[in-house]
C-alpha cells in the first residue's frame, strides 16, 4: 500500500513535546503522509513551532484556530483531510518510525478491514497482543469481535491515535470532551458492519500521561465523569445488545465515583457548588438505573462499594475520609482517554 495517508494533529500549549511529537511522523518510513497540525487557540509557542515545521516540509499543513477543544481540532484537521485513509497523534506523544508502515499492513493483509489497529508501547499491550492473535504478526477480526475488543476496559480500547480509518465522513462529537474517541470509533465500526478490523501485533505509539493541575482537579474530574455518562448514552446506541450491559455498567462505576466525589466534599465545597447540583441529581438518576448491571460485571470490592453506597452511604463516605485522614491512597481505576 502506498496510498495517501492523512495524519491529524490536535495541538493546544504543547511548546514542550511538539517538536518531538513532529520529528517522529516526519521520519516515518512511510512517507506517503499529509501532515495537518491544527493550533486549537494556543498561547504558548506552538502555532510558531508548526510554522517552522511547515515551511521545511510540503507534506505540512498548518490550521489556526480559536480554542474549541480536541473534538472540535480533530473535525477542523479532518475537512482538510484528502488522504485514503485518516491517523491521529497526539501533540504530547510520539510514534517509533514505522508506526503508519505497520498500521498500513493491516489493509494490505484484509482487503475487508475497515480499521487497522497496532498496540500502545507498553507491557501490558505486548502481552494483551500476543494473546489476542496467538502471537502472529497480525490478526482479524471480525465487527462485532473489534467492538467487543475496543470496549472492553483492557481491550483494544476506543483511543484514536493507535488506529488508521478509511475514508469517512462522520466526524466527533464536540459535545464530548472526554470518551469522544471511544464514542467516534464504535460510530465508526457501526457504519461498517460487513467490514472487519485488522489487528498488528506491534507496538509503535508512545503514549504520555497528561498530568492534571491540582488547583482545578476537582471541577475538571466533575465535568468529566459527567460527560463520560453522556457518551456512554450515545455508545449504547451504536454497541450490539449483547455489549449495552458492559456499557451501562461503566456508567453505574462512574455515576458513583461523582456521587462519591460530592458528598466526600465539605458543606461550605458543595454550598459553592450549587450549580452542579443538576449534574449530581443526574448521576444518582444513572447510578440507580445501573446499578444492577454495575453489581454483575464489576468485582467483588466494587460490589460491595456500590452496595454500600445505595444502602449505607454514610457509613461508605465516613470510611473514605478517614482513609484520607490516615492518608492512605487509594488507587484509581484506570479509564479510557
Request: charged fraction near 25%.
Amino acid at each position: 500500500m502506498n496510498s495517501l495517508i492523512s495524519v491529524v494533529v490536535p495541538i493546544y500549549n504543547a511548546e514542550d513535546t511538539l517538536e518531538r511529537c513532529i520529528e517522529s511522523i516526519v521520519g516515518q518510513t512511510y512517507s506517503n503522509l499529509q501532515i495537518i497540525l491544527v493550533n486549537d487557540g494556543s498561547i504558548d509557542a506552538s502555532l510558531s513551532i508548526c510554522e517552522r515545521y511547515a515551511a521545511l516540509d510540503t507534506r505540512i499543513t498548518t490550521v489556526d484556530s480559536i480554542n474549541q477543544g480536541v473534538s472540535a481540532a480533530r473535525n477542523l484537521g479532518l475537512s482538510r483531510a484528502i488522504g485514503t485513509y485518516y491517523g491521529f497523534v497526539d501533540a504530547d506523544d510520539w510514534i517509533e518510525p514505522s508506526h503508519f508502515e505497520e498500521l498500513a499492513k493491516g489493509f494490505d493483509f484484509n482487503s475487508t478491514s475497515c480499521l487497522s489497529v497496532v498496540g500502545v508501547v507498553a507491557e501490558s499491550w505486548e502481552r494483551y497482543l500476543d494473546a489476542l492473535c496467538e502471537e502472529s504478526e497480525m490478526c482479524v477480526l471480525s465487527n462485532e469481535q473489534a467492538m467487543d475488543e475496543i470496549t472492553k476496559e483492557y481491550g483494544l480500547r476506543g483511543y484514536l491515535w493507535n488506529k488508521l480509518f478509511l475514508t469517512t465522513p462522520i466526524r466527533l462529537d464536540s459535545a464530548f470532551s472526554v470518551c469522544e474517541d471511544l464514542e467516534f470509533v464504535v460510530r465508526y465500526l457501526s457504519l461498517n458492519k460487513n467490514q472487519s478490523v485488522s489487528v498488528i501485533n506491534a507496538c509503535t505509539y508512545h503514549y504520555i500521561v497528561p498530568v492534571q493541575q491540582h488547583f482545578s482537579v476537582r471541577r475538571y474530574n466533575y465535568a468529566r465523569l459527567y460527560t463520560r455518562l453522556l457518551a456512554y448514552d450515545s455508545i449504547i446506541g451504536f454497541v450490539p445488545d449483547h455489549l449495552v450491559g458492559r456499557i451501562k455498567s461503566y456508567q453505574c462505576y462512574y455515576a458513583y465515583e461523582m456521587l462519591v466525589a460530592w458528598y466526600n466534599q465539605p458543606k461550605i465545597d458543595k454550598s459553592a457548588d450549587n450549580r452542579r447540583r443538576d449534574r449530581i441529581d443526574e448521576a444518582e438518576r444513572y447510578f440507580r438505573t445501573t446499578y444492577t448491571y454495575g453489581l454483575n460485571l464489576y468485582s467483588t470490592k466494587y460490589r460491595l462499594k456500590f452496595r454500600m453506597f445505595r444502602y449505607v452511604p454514610g457509613i461508605l463516605i465516613s470510611l473514605l475520609r478517614l482513609k484520607q485522614a490516615l492518608g492512605i491512597t487509594i488507587p484509581e481505576r484506570s479509564g479510557s482517554r
